[in-house]
């Protein structure tokens, strides 16, 4: 026997999917509903909206408390060491107070562009190392030990400094020319240099820094250096030195010997005396015109009784 045949199976048409930009139309019939009204909420202040999250703490730059910003200028508050101090307080005083003129006379130097020549010129003279003078000495001793009648070489010439072999160069008149410190600590050790040197004609310059010529002589420091001798191929150039020199100081002495200095107020003082002279004129100004009224009344009358008359 045959098998039955099955039923045909019904196949459901496929459901189109719904389009999420649909429009929908608005229902024109008088049945529809209007929507409601969306009450507007007002949105709260910011200064109340953060309120709960973040606490206003204002900050303290006390000791020990919270850092300053980094732009600030500390150099105020530094402690610094007692000799920067004692320098700049010493400095402070020479401005305002008034200095007598054996002190003034140090802070009137030698210009840069002379003191540049004298100091590549005193080079040339710089006194010899220990080692220098050592191997010198050795030289010598081999030549002797070699050949007997060796004539003795003399010693080569060089700037003596130290303010008692200087002192003593000019008061037998051996020195050509004087170096001076302007910064010598204390100044009483080189104030009278610059009065002996005239005494006894012989030409000085005072330099800036005790450093500077201490290099020249091979130490930290130095107050004072000299020429005692020049060698023959340097004594033009030496010459015209001199003459630069002696224009400045040596010419100028009677009217630097004169001069006093200090009496420099500060800034905050000069500012305090605009402001008094301000005031001042102001009330001249007034005083000035409730004056000429008076003035003008007193001349009409005068002009009146001359009428009268």
Same mark, same amino acid.
């Given at each position: 026997? #045959?098998? =039955?045949? !099955?039923?045909?199976? +019904? *196949?459901?048409? @496929? ?6 930009? $649909?429009?929908? &139309? ?5 049945? #529809?509903? =209007?929507? !409601?009204?969306?009450? +507007? *909420?007002?949105? @709260? ?6 309120? $709960?999250?973040? &606490? ?13 910003? +980094? ?239």
């Amino acid at each position: 026997m #045959a098998p =039955k045949a !099955k039923p045909p199976t +019904k *196949v459901a048409p @496929p459901k189109l999917a719904k389009s999420r930009t $649909a429009v929908k &139309q608005p229902d024109t019939s008088k049945s #529809a509903k =209007k929507p !409601k009204e969306v009450k +507007k *909420v007002k949105a @709260p202040p910011k200064n109340r909206r953060f309120n $709960a999250l973040f &606490q206003a703490r204002p900050k303290n730059f006390g000791i020990g408390q919270d850092l300053p910003p +980094k732009d600030t200028d500390l150099t105020r508050l530094v402690r610094w060491p007692h000799y920067i101090r004692r320098q700049r307080q010493k400095r402070v005083l020479q401005k305002r107070l008034r200095v007598p003129p054996a002190v003034h006379q140090f802070t009137l130097t030698v210009d840069r562009h002379t003191k540049k020549e004298l100091f590549k010129f005193a080079a040339k003279y710089k006194p010899e190392s220990k080692i220098q003078k050592k191997r010198r000495l050795m030289k010598i001793a081999q030549a002797k030990l070699l050949n007997k009648e060796t004539k003795h070489v003399a010693k080569p010439i060089a700037l003596a400094a130290g303010a008692q072999r200087v002192t003593r160069l000019i008061q037998q008149k051996r020195a050509k020319l004087v170096f001076i410190a302007h910064d010598v600590d204390p100044l009483e050790l080189v104030l009278c240099l610059p009065t002996l040197c005239k005494k006894q004609g012989v030409p000085y310059c005072i330099v800036k820094g005790k450093a500077a010529l201490g290099r020249l002589v091979g130490f930290k420091n130095c107050s004072t250096v000299a020429f005692t001798e020049i060698k023959d191929e340097d004594k033009a150039t030496f010459k015209k030195l001199l003459e630069s020199v002696n224009i400045v100081f040596s010419e100028k002495y009677e009217e630097a010997r004169k001069t006093w200095g200090g009496l420099n107020l500060s800034r905050k003082s000069r500012d305090k005396l605009k402001k008094k002279e301000k005031l001042a004129a102001e009330n001249r100004r007034k005083l000035g015109k409730s004056a000429e009224p008076e003035k003008k009344k007193a001349k009409k009358s005068k002009v009146e009784d001359d009428d009268e008359e």
